[in-house]
């Protein structure tokens, strides 16, 4: 006789549900001393939000869990129940409570009923294939600064359940214009321009850096980290 098992990451349908997990510690602490990813999916948008932390304490929690809602409280989008693990401390319940958030837990070892293990798991394959064409020069302690960029693809291959003619990332943070925000490739080494008035006349008229992401408030620039500084600059 052959038996037959079915697993299934659970999620409720409910208009304003918000799953929330953490990653396991990722290889390389961050020029920024951050160690772990906080995963958050919001359902009815379809959206799987990022935030780098420091660590696992109730000040890191909160901090990339305001983060997240007030991107969300922008976009006039209020979640009204959170699903976690159940290692909630009293400070985290309180918070997300203070927020007029109901609360549940997930049981012990149950890992199926929380969907957010099921968004950790497609968000980690996205960014592992996005780490694997990162320059070989390129410091991996960048990681963290390659977030913003990795959870904006994600989520523009994502469309959204209330609204299934656009995608999960203008759910989120609005249209996106990759006219005025262009992209490349992650870690790519670079030549950042240096401009007549920041050089010397016999110097070079570009410094070796690399691509860290898209410059949001910026007009068709990118962002680099310039390893001699050990700076970020725009261009």
Not at 103 to 109: G, R, S, W, Y
Request: with cysteine; proline share 6%.
């Amino acid at each position: 006789m052959l038996d037959m098992f079915c697993f299934a990451a659970l999620a409720d349908a409910n208009t304003g549900t918000m799953y929330m997990d953490l990653t396991g510690t990722f290889p390389v602490r961050s020029f920024k001393n951050m160690q772990y990813i906080f995963v958050a999916y919001i359902y009815d948008l379809n959206a799987i939000i990022v935030r780098a932390m420091p660590s696992r304490s109730d000040t890191a929690f909160i901090t990339a869990f305001s983060d997240i809602f007030n991107a969300l409280r922008t976009r006039n989008y209020q979640p009204t129940l959170n699903v976690m693990d159940n290692e909630c401390s009293r400070a985290v319940e309180q918070h997300i409570r203070a927020n007029k958030i109901g609360i549940q837990l997930v049981p012990p070892h149950n890992h199926r009923v929380n969907a957010a293990e099921r968004a950790i798991a497609t968000f980690k394959e996205h960014f592992v294939a996005a780490l694997a064409t990162v320059d070989s020069l390129c410091p991996l302690q960048l990681w963290d600064e390659f977030l913003p960029q990795v959870e904006l693809t994600l989520n523009l291959l994502r469309f959204s359940r209330r609204n299934p003619s656009i995608s999960a990332n203008h759910e989120v943070y609005g249209a996106f214009d990759f006219n005025k925000t262009p992209l490349a490739p992650l870690g790519t080494k670079s030549l950042v321009f240096d401009g007549p008035a920041t050089r010397t006349s016999w110097a070079p008229h570009a410094t070796d850096g690399f691509y860290v992401g898209p410059a949001r408030d910026h007009y068709r620039c990118l962002r680099f980290y310039i390893p001699t500084t050990r700076r970020f600059r725009f261009a």
